[in-house]
């Protein structure tokens, strides 16, 4: 049995130690916001909190959460969240999806990256680029990606 802190809730998941916290998300509990890319941390398309921190959790096993809260798209985006609200506004406001395959990680770590600044500090397009560089996006939304994070983080200033 493994005790997981996901989005504010205590869950226990009978698992072995070793499953990786993205089928746990997905196949268990039904969070399925979190989507499975390449498998091997290259991608992005994964990417959840552990205790703040964007990790990739195709490759990170429960038993690195144990004791620690995880957050997935489906919590930073109930409005709930203030960085995660004004993200969650600024990715509607800019059209920044296309297929949408890769947007929960793009906004999972464009969360992180915005909390992990000083409060009103707001970030040069190198230093966005720089902090979301892990996450791939086929369709190519680059552009509309760091235009709605340099938004969300006027927002939040
Ligand atoms: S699916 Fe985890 S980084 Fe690609
Ligand atoms: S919106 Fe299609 S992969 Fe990013």
Redesign the pocket.
Known sequence: MNNLNINGRDHTVEADPGTPI?WVLRDTLGLTGTK???????????TVHLDGQAI????TPISAAEGKKISTVEGITDGADRVGAAVHTAWVKHDVAQCGYCQSGQIMSATAFLKSLPRGKQPSAAEIDSAMVGNICRCGTYARIRIAVADAAKTLA
């Open positions: 993205l499975f890319g390449c498998g091997a941390a290259l991608c992005g398309a994964c990739r959790s195709c490759i």
